[in-house]
């Protein structure tokens, strides 16, 4: 069993950042893949960054390319999602999600623990 954490949503101006955080418990982290997907209101789920469980491999949605930045500190079970540059588009709930295994992954399917979500309002 893996409980995550996440915090540090809230309102931002557009062009403004914020930085999340998912704090992990449970299952040993540092051999688990990571992720953070969103859901914006009347819209499906979809997966915007995954990070490897060693934190070499990343990926990202196309629309958050260069703006937002995984990353993790497996010293403090602990991943972050660094937002910048943000956009109104950008408001939704954000969900951190552990993986099944080791290998960063974009498929919510391979994904089987997540947190309750935090919410990120950019306002124009």
């Known amino acids: 069993q893996v409980q995550l954490v996440e915090s540090g949503g809230g309102l931002v101006q557009a062009g403004g950042s914020l930085r999340l955080s998912c704090a992990a418990s449970?299952?040993?982290?540092?051999?688990?893949?990571m992720g953070w997907s969103r859901q914006a209101p009347g819209k499906e789920r979809e997966f915007v960054a995954a990070?490897?469980?060693?934190?070499?491999?990343?990926y990202y949605v196309d629309s958050v390319k260069g703006r937002f930045t995984i990353s993790r500190d497996n010293a403090k079970n602990t991943v972050y999602l660094q937002m910048n540059s943000l956009k109104p588009e950008d408001t939704a709930v954000y969900y951190c999600?552990?993986?099944?295994?080791?290998?960063?992954?974009?498929?919510?399917?391979?994904?089987?623990?997540w947190g309750q979500g935090t919410q990120v309002t950019v306002s124009s």
């Open positions: 449970g299952r040993t982290f540092t051999t688990t893949a």
């Open positions: 999600a552990a993986a099944k295994d080791s290998v960063a992954t974009m498929v919510t399917t391979e994904y089987e623990y």
């Open positions: 990070i490897s469980w060693g934190g070499s491999v990343t």
